[in-house]
C-alpha cells in the first residue's frame, strides 16, 4: 500500500508601504557651493605613509641594483673630469665599498622623484587651492634647482678644483689618488653645490609667508656678498680660490633671480 502525500504550496505576500522613497535636496542642508570633506581616521594615515614609504625604499633598491650592475660605466664618468690622474685603492675592499657607495647614491638622486611624487600624493588631499599652488611648483622647483646644481658642479667645480691641485703639485708629485677619498670629495662638492642652489626657494617662502620681503633682500646685498664668501669657503672641500669664487658668484646670481621671481609672485 503507497502512501501519497499532497504538498501545499503556500504563498507569503510581504507588503510594503511606501515602496519608493524619494531622496532630495531639502533632506540635507546643503549649501550651495559648499565642499564636503571626509577626513580618514589617523590609523589610516599612517597605512597610506607606510605603504607610500614601502614603494619609495623597493623604488630606491632597485635604482641602486641597477646601478651596481652598471657601475663602472658610472665609474668611468666620474674619472672623467681627471684624465691624467692614476687612482688606486689602499685596502683590498676598498674600490668594492666606493662602487656601493656610487651605487646607493645614485639610487638615491634618481629616485628622488618618485620620492617626491610619493609626498606630493601623500600631502594633495589635505592642501587647500591655494596651498597647492604653491607648495607643488616650489617642491618641482627644488628638485630642478638640485639638479641643476649637480650639473653646475660636475662641469664647473669640480674640474676647477682638480685642475688646481694638480697645477700646483705639477713637476713635483705624481698624480696617484686614492679612489675612494677622491669620490668622497666630489661627494662632498655635489650635494654642498645642491644645497646652495636651494637658495631661491628659501627667499620665496620667506617672502610669502611676509618674513622678509623683497626690498628688505635688496637692502642686504653688501651683507649677502660676504656671507655668500663664507659659504662658499665652508661648502667648498677644497681651499683654491677659484672653486670658492666660482660657487660664491653661483649663490650672488641664485638670491638676486630668487629676488626677481619673489617679486613677480608678488606682483
Excluded at 3 to 12: F, H, P
Excluded at 61 to 69: D, E, G, N, P, Y
Excluded at 240 to 259: K, R
Amino acid at each position: 500500500m503507497k502512501t501519497i502525500r499532497k504538498s501545499k504550496k503556500v504563498k507569503i505576500t510581504l507588503i510594503i508601504q511606501n515602496p519608493t522613497i524619494m531622496i532630495t535636496n531639502s533632506d540635507f542642508k546643503f549649501q550651495q557651493n559648499e565642499t564636503v570633506t571626509l577626513e580618514l581616521p589617523f590609523s589610516e594615515h599612517i597605512d597610506e605613509l607606510r605603504q607610500r614609504l614601502f614603494h619609495i625604499f623597493w623604488v630606491i633598491l632597485i635604482l641602486t641594483c641597477f646601478a651596481f650592475a652598471e657601475v663602472k660605466f658610472l665609474v668611468k664618468i666620474l674619472e672623467l673630469p681627471v684624465s691624467n690622474v692614476k687612482f688606486f685603492q689602499l685596502s683590498p675592499g676598498e674600490y668594492f665599498v666606493s662602487t656601493v657607495k656610487i651605487s646607493f647614491y645614485t639610487g638615491i638622486l634618481f629616485g628622488s622623484p618618485f620620492a617626491i611624487g610619493q609626498l606630493i600624493l601623500f600631502l594633495l588631499p589635505g592642501l587647500t587651492k591655494k596651498e597647492t599652488k604653491i607648495i607643488l611648483p616650489l617642491l618641482l622647483s627644488s628638485l630642478c634647482l638640485f639638479g641643476l646644481g649637480l650639473v653646475f658642479s660636475y662641469y664647473a667645480l669640480i674640474p676647477a678644483a682638480l685642475n688646481f691641485f694638480l697645477s700646483y703639485s705639477d713637476e713635483v708629485i705624481e698624480p696617484f689618488w686614492s679612489f675612494d677619498q677622491y669620490f668622497e670629495f666630489i661627494l662632498v662638492l655635489f650635494y654642498s653645490t645642491g644645497l646652495a642652489f636651494q637658495i631661491p626657494i628659501l627667499q620665496i617662502l620667506l617672502g610669502l609667508l611676509n618674513i622678509v620681503s623683497a626690498k628688505q633682500m635688496i637692502n642686504s646685498w653688501r651683507y649677502i656678498i660676504l656671507v655668500s664668501t663664507i659659504i662658499g669657503a665652508i661648502l667648498t672641500p677644497s681651499t683654491d680660490p677659484l672653486t670658492q669664487v666660482l660657487l660664491s658668484s653661483a649663490i650672488l646670481l641664485l638670491y638676486f633671480s630668487g629676488i626677481g621671481i619673489l617679486l613677480l609672485i608678488k606682483n
